[in-house]
């Protein structure tokens, strides 16, 4: 299976001008602007999926928890051949497919509809679940997550579970905007390593770190990257 193609550079553009198509006059919050330097990342260099393969069993799954971000999500999947660009134009009108939160039965690409947080971890941790159970082996899983998900009480739940079977082919992507009402003592990170995952901490607009954050996984244990990120950045 090949991944994603378009180099880092032209996807950056692309995905930028697909989401004016998007926003149409509207103003998007800084959750959805914080979104788009881990998408482009994701699947320019590291998704091992294409529209060709979004129904391959083998293929890697990204799963968006924070549905209420999808505008982002919306212009890499245009940009990257999933959905057609003209969707853009109606995102969220009654006959669009588009809609504020995403449905995998109605987007090409989408792994799980999501809306309420604090479902995505889960829904990840099972799908890992799945494919090991299945014998396969290669397909990773991809959940980002906002950092104020991690106070619901599912997300603890996952996060332990995920380290005490150790699953290996699972990647959480954490968002940390500090937008938690809480924190953690030893930033997010903490609450995954405490639980046996392997961690990388980086900076969330700098894509030669998230790449290396998201491919230094290790076979052994579930993985964790922090992409920190200020918001009005």
Do not use: C
């Not at 091992?48 to 799954?61: S, Y």
């Not at 999933?82 to 987007?107: C, N, T």
């Amino acid at each position: 299976m090949t991944m994603t193609t378009a180099t880092d550079h032209t996807l950056s553009g692309r995905v930028g001008a697909l989401l004016e198509r998007v926003r149409a006059g509207r103003e998007f919050g800084a959750n959805v602007y914080s979104t788009l330097d881990v998408l482009q990342v994701l699947y320019d260099r590291v998704l091992r999926i294409t529209p060709e393969t979004a129904d391959d069993p083998d293929r890697d799954r990204f799963l968006l928890s924070k549905g209420h971000a999808v505008a982002g999500y919306y212009a890499v999947l245009a940009a990257k051949g999933f959905v057609p660009v003209e969707w853009l134009d109606d995102q969220g009108g009654p006959a669009s497919r588009l809609g504020d939160h995403p449905d995998r039965l109605l987007v090409p690409g989408v792994e799980i509809g999501s809306g309420s947080l604090g479902h995505g971890l889960g829904l990840g941790v099972g799908t890992a679940l799945g494919l090991r159970a299945q014998g396969r082996l290669d397909p990773r899983v991809y959940v980002l997550l906002g950092d104020a998900e991690l106070d619901e009480g599912s997300n603890h739940e996952a996060i332990a579970y995920a380290g005490a079977t150790g699953l290996a082919n699972l990647t959480a992507i954490v968002l940390d905007n500090r937008s938690a009402s809480h924190g953690w003592p030893g930033g997010a990170a903490s609450r995954f390593t405490v639980n046996g995952w392997t961690a990388a901490t980086v900076d969330g607009r700098d894509h030669e770190a998230l790449h290396t954050a998201l491919t230094g996984h290790d076979n052994h244990r579930p993985h964790v990257v922090v992409a920190v990120v200020t918001n009005g950045e």
